[in-house]
């Protein structure tokens, strides 16, 4: 079988990006952070090679999803670039692959490390699956496992690898800073953490088959608490969301893609509010 790799590469946890002004596309530093974003998709590109993998798929995961710089990939990897797209974050994965690889991430909301979110800062104060917290590594762990697909390296602060291994102990991890505070932090030199997530992601890669796919049990629910109360009013009104409390309203379904897509679409409806 073609040994393919998914790689789905978010901003916040690259070395040396710590604001806003990294992650922003007005921001005075934005250009700096998306080519770094880009060397370090590059470093588990290359990581993923070495472990012979034949095709690799890299998704661009971060705000509008247009960061990494076309003509800076690795040309041997396929780019998925900009949104909406459908699985946001995982858009691409299919049970065809046989590993995906996360870089870049960063902790869940409301939990130390830098710049803390789950998929939107402005509207998602805490996101539960099956009522446990989540950040954005757990959300698209389940959409890997419903394709059969293990989680198999994680790169971002010490804070978002420390939870991913929570949630997937086997889980190689390259933590490529450590959060002084939410905007601040002691990075790696950027060709340290390169050459480090190429190491682990060869490492994971090659680790695939002892690391489980995240299956969460079904009927699975997404329970999404709003940092206001009209967010929460207007997602009400979509069939099937129950409101929980005044901030809170969550979602059920057999099929986690379902409420994962759900949960998607009211943050798009009711998340800027
Ligand atoms: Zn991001």
Do not use: W
């Not at 040396?16 to 921001?27: C, E, L």
């Not at 080519?35 to 588990?44: D, G, K, S």
């Not at 699985?87 to 996360?102: H, K």
């Amino acid at each position: 079988m073609t040994l393919k790799v998914y790689i789905s590469v978010d901003m916040e946890g690259v070395s040396g990006v710590v604001h806003k002004d990294h992650t922003s596309r007005d921001g005075d530093d934005y250009q700096l952070a998306r080519r770094l974003m880009t060397l370090e998709a590059n470093a588990a590109i290359e990581g993923a090679f070495d472990a012979r993998a034949l095709e690799v798929v890299v998704n661009d995961s971060h705000g509008t999803m247009r960061n990494l710089i076309p003509e800076l990939l690795d040309p041997r990897a396929q780019l998925i670039t900009g949104s909406p797209k459908p699985l946001s974050m995982m858009q691409g994965i299919d049970n065809t692959f046989s590993a995906a690889i996360c870089i870049g991430y960063h902790a869940r909301a409301g939990t130390s490390g830098i710049l803390d979110h789950t998929m939107s800062g402005r509207a998602v104060y805490d996101l539960r699956i099956n009522g446990k917290s989540q950040g954005e590594f757990g959300l698209n762990s389940g959409i890997a496992g419903y394709f059969g697909v293990p989680m198999v390296m994680i790169s971002g602060d010490s804070a978002a690898t420390s939870q991913a291994t929570d949630l997937v102990p086997d889980i190689v991890t390259a933590a490529v800073k450590e959060a002084v505070t939410r905007y601040s932090a002691k990075c790696l030199s950027p060709i340290m953490a390169q050459s480090l997530i190429k190491e682990q992601s060869k490492l994971g890669v090659e680790s695939r088959e002892l690391i489980a796919p995240i299956k969460y049990p079904t009927p699975t629910t997404l329970t999404l608490q709003f940092m206001n109360t009209a967010m929460a009013e207007i997602a009400e009104m979509i069939p099937g969301v129950e409101r929980n409390n005044d901030v809170t309203v969550s979602y059920t379904s057999e099929d986690y893609l379902e409420a994962f897509k759900c949960i998607r679409a009211l943050l798009i409806i009711a998340g800027t509010l």
